[in-house]
């Protein structure tokens, strides 16, 4: 079964940079969408960013302007580029690959701490 293997997170002083990676560990076809979700303790999920298969990227509006994220069709993998961050960002990073029939795929989660 192919899993998602994610690496990157980290603690980070506010207003530094950090970089998330994702990466199957085999051969996914039919690949839709992917993306990442965070989730803070206390709080619900939160969509952070997705990337379509025609590369088309959307953001949830509190990471606008400092999030990237690309994606590797070749390699099988998404990776999030987080700058400015800030104290709020703090949280376990998660990415998934959604295909176009059957579930998603989710990563084991990565944890991101911005902290002075």
């Known amino acids: 079964q192919v899993q998602l293997v994610e690496s990157g997170g980290g603690l980070v002083q506010p207003g530094g940079s950090l970089s998330l990676s994702c990466a199957a560990s085999?051969?996914?076809?039919?690949?839709?969408?992917l993306g990442w979700y965070r989730q803070a303790p206390g709080k619900q999920r939160e969509l952070v960013a997705t990337?379509?298969?025609?590369?088309?990227?959307n953001y949830a509006d509190s990471v606008k302007g400092r999030f990237a994220v690309s994606r590797d069709s070749a390699k099988n993998s998404v990776d999030l580029q987080m700058n400015s961050l800030k104290p709020e960002d703090t949280a376990l990073y998660y990415c998934?690959?959604?295909?176009?029939?059957?579930?998603?795929?989710w990563g084991q989660g990565t944890q991101v701490t911005v902290s002075s």
């Open positions: 085999g051969s996914i076809f039919n690949l839709n969408a």
């Open positions: 998934f690959f959604a295909p176009l029939w059957g579930p998603s795929l």
């Open positions: 990337i379509t298969r025609s590369g088309s990227t």
